[in-house]
């Protein structure tokens, strides 16, 4: 009776203790696979280059010195500035429906619990007129780039599109400052500053889904070399929590394997 009683309870506390231990782990950095956004300039439609990559959001550098994609025979003017273009940023906003209020997503590799967003704003050092202002964050089980690349408008994306794909809002409504120097004379930070954001909810996913609002405000004696913000950006992404945790599926798998086994042994006792 007693040997039946403890097969029964190590049946029921495997599982638990196994769902419990991430949160039971110290944070580190998740690993990220991919990255990609959509809304990057050059335009695909309208040069056929993408200097301003989404993968620069996740290269490491955090400088914001030159990659290795800069066409400096199409924009003879990029040359001239030492920071040049290790970041991603959006096409240009026009207004109206074509808002360029794009959002980026990032593939972690594994199923992961995301505690806390790290976020290098945009420098655009020689332009000053692309930056992230305020932002939402939404997590999901699988891959968005069908859904998000499927809108009508991919430039200007609403929170009403991104809350009708069903993923989950893990961090609402915060805000970047501005890192825009003030004017192409001044000296980039090196390193920039690491902003954290800590999520509001903690779940497990694979994607992390970044919907920017808007592009902030130019700080005090910031003026644009284009006359105003003309976009978002973001100069590298980090994300901070456990990975490869367990899928719920595993977990229950194994709790149906360990009752099965009690079975058994309760049958081999008679």
Same mark, same amino acid.
């Given at each position: 009776?007693?040997?039946?009683?403890?097969?029964?309870?190590?049946?029921?506390?495997?599982p638990?203790?196994?769902?419990?231990?991430?949160?039971?782990l110290?944070a580190?950095?998740?690993?990220?696979? !991919?990255? !990609?956004?959509?809304?990057?300039? %050059?335009?695909p439609d309208?040069?056929?280059?993408?200097?301003?990559?989404?993968?620069?959001?996740?290269?490491?550098?955090?400088t914001?010195?030159?990659?290795?994609t800069?066409?400096?025979?199409?924009?003879p003017?990029?040359?001239?500035? %030492?920071?040049?273009n290790?970041?991603?940023?959006?096409?240009?906003?026009?207004?109206g429906?074509?808002?360029?209020?794009?959002?980026?997503?990032?593939?972690?590799a594994?199923?992961?619990?995301?505690?806390?967003?790290?976020?290098?704003?945009?420098t655009?050092?020689?332009?000053?007129?692309?930056?992230?202002?305020?932002?939402r964050?939404?997590a999901?089980?699988f !891959?968005?780039?069908?859904?998000?690349?499927g809108?009508?408008?991919?430039?200007?994306?609403?929170?009403?599109?991104?809350?009708?794909?069903?993923f989950?809002?893990?961090?609402n409504?915060?805000?970047?400052?501005?890192?825009?120097?003030?004017?192409?004379?001044?000296?980039?930070p090196?390193?920039?500053?690491?902003?954290?954001?800590?999520?509001?909810?903690?779940?497990?996913?694979?994607?992390?889904?970044?919907?920017?609002?808007?592009f902030?405000?130019? %700080?005090?004696?910031?003026? %644009?070399?284009?006359?105003?913000?003309?976009?978002?950006?973001?100069?590298e992404?980090?994300?901070?929590?456990?990975?490869?945790?367990?899928?719920?599926?595993?977990?229950?798998?194994?709790?149906?394997g360990?009752?099965?086994?009690?079975c058994?042994?309760?049958?081999?006792?008679?």
């Amino acid at each position: 009776m007693k040997t039946e009683f403890r097969a029964r309870l190590i049946s029921a506390i495997i599982p638990l203790c196994l769902l419990a231990m991430p949160f039971g782990l110290a944070a580190m950095s998740i690993t990220i696979a !991919d990255a !990609d956004a959509s809304s990057t300039f %050059p335009s695909p439609d309208v040069r056929p280059l993408a200097d301003f990559d989404a993968d620069n959001m996740i290269d490491g550098n955090l400088t914001g010195q030159a990659n290795d994609t800069l066409d400096t025979v199409q924009y003879p003017a990029l040359a001239e500035c %030492p920071c040049l273009n290790s970041y991603w940023i959006a096409t240009n906003s026009n207004g109206g429906a074509d808002a360029a209020t794009p959002v980026v997503w990032f593939d972690l590799a594994s199923l992961s619990r995301v505690d806390e967003i790290v976020l290098y704003n945009a420098t655009n050092h020689r332009f000053r007129d692309r930056q992230t202002g305020t932002f939402r964050v939404w997590a999901s089980l699988f !891959d968005p780039s069908a859904l998000i690349n499927g809108l009508a408008d991919t430039e200007g994306i609403t929170t009403a599109d991104v809350a009708g794909f069903g993923f989950d809002l893990i961090l609402n409504n915060v805000a970047l400052t501005s890192e825009l120097p003030v004017s192409n004379a001044s000296p980039l930070p090196n390193p920039m500053s690491a902003q954290s954001f800590a999520v509001d909810t903690q779940v497990n996913a694979r994607f992390v889904i970044i919907q920017i609002l808007d592009f902030g405000v130019n %700080p005090a004696g910031t003026t %644009p070399q284009n006359g105003g913000l003309l976009g978002a950006g973001l100069t590298e992404v980090q994300f901070n929590g456990i990975e490869n945790v367990p899928e719920p599926g595993t977990v229950a798998l194994l709790g149906l394997g360990l009752v099965a086994f009690g079975c058994i042994r309760k049958r081999s006792a008679r």
